[in-house]
T-cell receptor, first 108, second 115 residues
Framework: GQNIDQPTEMTATEGAIVQINCTYQ??????LFWYQQHAGEAPTFLSY????GLEEKGRFSSFLSRSKGYSYLLLKELQMKDSASYLC?????????FGGGTRVLVKP | SAVISQKPSRDICQRGTSLTIQCQVD?????MFWYRQQPGQSLTLIAT?????????ESGFVIDKFPISRPNLTFSTLTVSNMSPEDSSIYLC????????????FGQGTRLTVV
């Protein structure tokens, strides 16, 4: 099965960088997703890693190490609108198992 | 990407009643997923709905409590039956993406409050 852990909450300053870590134990794993969810809204897709390494997409980057069961989401040049929950999700077949989510608060 | 319309967006219901949530997708998809997100929590998969067969439920969820219909490749319903305050939650439908990366797309969710 899948057991996915991420910190509950993080605070950072506008313009700074924040790294959200995600560790997992899984069988049948075939990918690791990151989603952003603003309060009261549905999650939106940010990134998907299936191979080891770093994937960069604008201000957001995601890293995966399958041997270590570890991923992180890196948010650069933080903006106030980045205040949201960030969900790590492991994929096994067509099913996603979500971590508890990390609430990121960006302060001016 | 897929556009998912989910309704109602919110409802307040009396305990003991049932609510049916509808999910409409703008393209044909093989699998649709129903999630629950309790207040302050992350998403938990309730069941996977396939067209033409019974839904597959995750541990802790049963068909009598959460019956699901999947009459065609663009539509599904989830019913929350015999509701209690513990069922107060956000319910989201999701479809897998059609790209090779298979990202999931979510409806806007149904915010259910049971009083």
């Amino acid at each position: 099965g899948q057991n996915i852990d991420q910190p509950t909450e993080m605070t950072a300053t506008e313009g700074a960088i924040v790294q959200i870590n995600c560790t997992y134990q899984t069988s049948g794993f075939n990918g690791l997703f990151w989603y952003q969810q603003h309060a009261g809204e549905a999650p939106t897709f940010l990134s998907y890693n299936v191979l080891d390494g770093l994937e960069e997409k604008g201000r957001f980057s995601s890293f995966l190490s399958r041997s270590k069961g570890y991923s992180y989401l890196l948010l650069k040049e933080l903006q106030m609108k980045d205040s949201a929950s960030y969900l790590c999700a492991g994929a096994a077949g067509n099913k996603l198992t979500f971590g508890g989510g990390t609430r990121v608060l960006v302060k001016p | 990407s897929a556009v998912i319309s989910q309704k109602p967006s919110r409802d307040i219901c009396q305990r003991g009643t049932s609510l049916t949530i509808q999910c409409q997708v703008d393209s044909q998809v093989t699998m649709m997923f129903w999630y629950r997100q309790q207040p302050g929590q992350s998403l938990t998969l309730i069941a996977t709905a396939n067209q033409g067969s019974e839904a597959t439920y995750e541990s802790g969820f049963v068909i009598d409590k959460f019956p699901i219909s999947r009459p065609n490749l663009t539509f599904s319903t989830l019913t929350v039956s015999n509701m209690s305050p513990e069922d107060s939650s956000i319910y989201l439908c999701s479809v897998e993406g059609q790209s090779t990366r298979a990202e999931a797309f979510f409806g806007q969710g149904t915010r259910l409050t049971v009083v």
